[in-house]
């Protein structure tokens, strides 16, 4: 058997794959003698690199998201979000909500999606075998993702070609042009909104239908703006997350040929060198979201302060070449700490399951049905999408 280091490629060696991040270094450190960055808010943000520090405030209730989500805030975003979605919660408010829909996005509830997704990819394999000129991103990685999370969350098919292109835009996130970046995310919200307050349809036996009907398990009851926070993340969020993963993982494979005839080799490896690119990659051109801090705080590199904005940068945090050996290889046999990418504590990444579910199982059957896919074409001739939260290739021509 090869192993990963008999072969050893970097993710810096995959054209493409290496964001350039959205903040900006400053020379002066914090008062309590911390890194800093600039965040394109124009704030500056204590910047934590090491894989200790970011961990200890990713699984710190005092550092808060709250306080950033205001007009002029610190923040990535040109614009605030609503104040309802749980990345925006702390507190009693975010175990609420949290403890509302964390049994239907665990490990064994996703698993119940497996027949559901194994049609989908057969379907979208007969689609690649199909096409003239075979793309994997068009027939399989942006079409799969979409068909589940429309199963998952009972959204009609019909009503994808209406709300998908703007969860693309929101995800994006660009400061260029504001006003219909706006004007997307309204519509996107509308649309759950309308679905909520029973103004449209939606398909029955979905968690839509599920959160609407049990909204008064809560004490006190979700509110409808809770509700549209809670459906508005599911239907934005979990396909365009997912895919952006799926897509940058597919195209490393390909990338690396001792990547893919390590994983054609052994299929089973797959789920695990999925890992180390999420380890190394994140969804955009950020990692994690700023907080405030509401305590002092001893890190490696200086004190944190009470009312600092902090930065717990995952993805040099999973870089870490005190916790990670050889830290920027791509290394499937890799043993040691969880990887930071979902993030820790209140605040970890709710579709972690899911996402491991979708794009395991897609280049899973990927390597097995097609051992001799390559790339058609250069990789460093791919265009991207490049946004604040969704960063990926907007295409990937293949051959065999």
């Known amino acids: 058997m090869t192993t990963s280091l008999d072969a050893s ?5 995959i054209p493409g794959l290496d964001p350039t991040p959205l903040y900006t270094p400053v020379p002066e450190r914090s008062a309590g003698g911390l890194p800093q960055i600039a965040l394109p808010s124009g704030h500056r943000a204590v910047h934590l690199t090491r894989y200790a520090d970011v961990h200890k405030v990713l699984t710190d209730p005092t550092f808060g998201r709250t306080e950033t989500n205001v007009e002029g805030g610190p923040t990535f975003f040109p614009t605030t979000l609503p104040p309802e979605m749980l990345i925006n919660l702390d507190g009693q408010d975010h175990s609420r909500l949290r403890r509302f829909v964390t049994a239907d996005y665990s490990a064994n509830a ?20 199909a096409q003239e000129r075979p793309d994997l991103y068009t027939a399989v990685l942006d ?33 260029d042009d504001v006003p219909q970046l706006v004007e997307d995310f309204f519509t996107a919200y509308n649309y759950v909104a309308d679905m909520v307050a029973g103004k449209r349809p939606y398909v029955p036996g979905g968690l839509i239908e599920k959160f ?9 009851p979700l509110e409808d703006k809770e509700l549209v926070g809670i459906i508005f993340t599911a239907v934005v969020s979990v396909d365009q997350n997912v895919l952006s993963v799926l897509a940058k993982a597919a195209h490393a494979l390909l990338s690396a040929p001792s990547l ?6 052994e299929p089973e490896i797959v789920p695990q060198m999925v890992e180390e690119i999420i380890r190394l990659v994140p969804l955009g051109r950020m990692s994690t979201f700023p ?75 990927l390597v097995r049905e097609f051992p001799d896919l ?7 001739d791919l265009a991207w999408d490049e946004g604040a939260l969704l960063r990926r290739p907007t295409t990937l021509p293949v051959r065999w």
């Open 9 to 13: 490629v970097s993710v810096t060696d």
């Open 143 to 175: 079409r799969v993702p979409i068909e589940l999370t429309c199963h998952f969350l009972g959204i009609p098919v019909e009503d994808v070609a209406y709300f998908r292109p703007h969860s693309r835009t929101i995800q994006m996130a660009l400061h």
């Open 291 to 365: 907080r405030v801090a509401h305590r002092e705080v001893v890190t490696s590199e200086g004190t944190i302060q009470v009312g600092d904005i902090v930065y717990p940068d995952a993805f040099l945090g999973n870089r870490d070449p005190e916790v990670y050996e050889h830290p920027l290889v791509i290394d499937p046999d890799r043993k040691g700490k969880r990887h930071l990418q979902f993030g820790y504590g209140m605040h970890h990444c709710l579709g972690a399951a899911l996402a491991r579910l979708e794009i395991g199982d897609i280049l899973t059957r």
């Open 374 to 380: 390559r790339l058609d074409g250069d990789p460093a």
């Open 260 to 265: 893919w005839q390590r994983a054609v080799a």
């Open 110 to 129: 996703v698993a119940k999606l497996r027949p559901y997704l194994d049609d989908a990819i057969t379907r979208s394999f007969a689609e690649l075998r």
């Open 212 to 220: 609407i009907q049990g909204r008064n398990e809560t004490e006190p």
